[in-house]
């Protein structure tokens, strides 16, 4: 038997590719395939510099298993980061499990961080504070060493992923909102740094009236707890959307009572049942396999599947499923398929590759983030030159500090989550109602359906009966 052919791969980014993508490029009797007309511009330019081992990490692996839920056409065999991104990569196996480590350390930095700027903010405004309370109890210099102190564990620890994601992509060449955010808040805390430890070195021209030199230590501070609130909110946005698959690996058994060839009951682990093995069971309990009966007759409720809420008789000959519940008999099962073969598996990862897929609205938004984040340091540049210039005194301090703001305030954090954010809720909620969505090109195209067919009644139905109301009869 051949190996399973593998997804041609990006050779600039490293991204798996569609073999039907019209960006292709011959060179030395290879032709490639790319992602983006951008990679394919790139490579046109200067082959070499992809083909002589500088270029990306390549995925070798066919069980590769890690994927970007942001950007599904990354594929790793190992944990990690996404090259476009930076964000962190998700195993594409289901799993039934509700713990997500990086919603855990995402969301202990954001309180850290929570702890530390809330004081820092208070301080650095304080003459806005109601009252004057604060105004003139500390010294200017002991108020930006504390200032100092406070921001530190904020930027570095709380800021760190924000700085190793935008370190990342300037490395791959994918600029996205990681960029503005590590450039912005360094500069910032950089420049407050420097003013705070040694402000002697500073040029007039960075001075107040007064002497002194403004530090923008808050700023930082600020901004990075509120990232972080945002991506604690994003990640937990995507862990509710696994809800949808978590509640689907519930519904197979974890144990099967196999029948040895002696007669021989004993309840084992999914995991040991094999093609073939026979398995008993009981009144109430689920099929744990995909099979056929041999022995014994029972109702199986096969509303997970079917929605229809009655159940439906299963005798010697007939099939049944995974996941689905046997009524008040005994059933003989011989399994056919098991553990990721069986009908409820491939549901679930139809689910799971669903979350994951990509609409064309996507593909647009990503072509609109490549060309804005470079335009929006082209545009910090210009403020910094223009405040340099023309704005008030002093004019470097005013020009830095804007130039910031520029960075960060344009940054396209909407721009990146909102489509992907959108699939994998919309995918989510369908399965908890019954609607398995194929991926996020058929979501799309959903907006322009008019008309909807039925086949059955299970398809509408709540998969089981329910009692609504009793009417009391008048007659004596």
């Known amino acids: 038997m051949s190996a399973e052919r593998l997804p041609p791969v990006d050779p600039v980014c490293g991204m798996t590719v569609d073999p039907a993508s019209p960006r292709r490029h011959r ?17 046109r330019a200067d082959p070499t510099a992809y083909l002589g081992g500088a270029g990306p990490e ?51 930095r954001f309180w850290v961080s929570l702890a530390f700027t809330a004081p820092l903010f208070v301080l650095a405004m304080g003459e806005m504070v109601p009252g004057g ?116 690996l519930e519904l197979a058994p974890t144990t099967a009572r196999r029948i040895a060839p002696d007669g021989a009951e004993a309840d084992v682990a999914l995991g040991e049942v094999e093609v073939g093995d026979r398995v008993r069971v009981r009144p109430g309990e689920r099929v744990p396999v995909d099979g056929t009966v041999v022995d014994g007759e029972s109702a199986v409720d096969e509303s997970m599947l079917t929605g229809e809420p009655l159940g439906v008789m299963k005798s010697v000959g007939a099939k049944v499923s995974a996941g689905t519940v046997n009524g008040i008999g005994s059933l003989i099962v011989v399994a056919d398929r098991v553990g990721a073969a069986t009908l409820l598996s491939r549901i679930i990862g139809m689910v799971a590759e669903a979350q994951r897929s990509r609409a064309p609205i996507q593909s647009f938004a990503d072509r609109v983030a490549a060309g804005f984040v470079p335009a929006v340091l082209a545009a910090a540049v210009l403020t910094a030159v223009v405040w340099g210039f023309f704005g008030p005194e002093p004019r470097l301090a005013h020009a830095w500090i804007q130039a910031v703001a520029v960075l960060i305030i344009a940054c396209p954090c909407a721009l990146g989550l909102a489509t ?25 195209d959903t907006r322009a359906i008019d008309t909807i067919v039925l086949d059955k009644t299970g398809t509408v139905t709540e998969g089981h009966m329910e009692l609504l109301d009793v009417v009391a009869d008048d007659a004596d």
Request: with cysteine; net charge negative.
């Open 58 to 108: 390549r995925v070798t692996a066919p069980g590769a298993s890690w994927t970007c839920p942001m950007h599904p056409e990354i594929v790793r065999d190992v944990a990690g980061a996404c090259p476009i991104c930076g964000m962190a990569l998700e195993s594409m196996e289901p799993t039934g499990s509700a713990e997500n480590p990086e919603l855990a350390d995402m969301s202990r």
């Open 420 to 444: 992907p954010l959108g699939i994998m809720v919309g995918t989510g909620r369908g399965a908890q109602l019954g609607v398995i969505i194929k991926g996020g090109e058929v979501l799309e």
């Open 133 to 248: 309370l604060l105004a003139g109890r500390i010294s200017p210099p002991a108020l930006v060493w504390i200032q100092l102190v406070l921001a530190t564990p904020v930027v570095l620890y709380g800021g760190g992923p924000f700085f190793a994601r935008g370190a990342a992509s300037l490395r791959s060449g994918h600029l996205n909102m990681f960029t503005l955010i590590a450039t912005g808040t360094g500069a910032a805390f950089s420049y407050s740094t420097v003013a705070a430890l040694a402000p002697e070195i500073f040029p007039a021209g960075f001075r107040s009236p007064d002497g002194g030199v403004a530090v923008y230590f808050e700023s930082a501070a600020v901004i990075v707890t509120l990232v972080l609130l945002g991506q604690v909110l994003e990640l937990r946005a995507r862990a509710r959307t696994g809800a949808a698959i978590r509640g689907l």
């Open 27 to 43: 060179y030395e009797e290879t032709e490639y395939v790319f992602c983006s007309d951008r990679c394919l511009d790139r490579f």
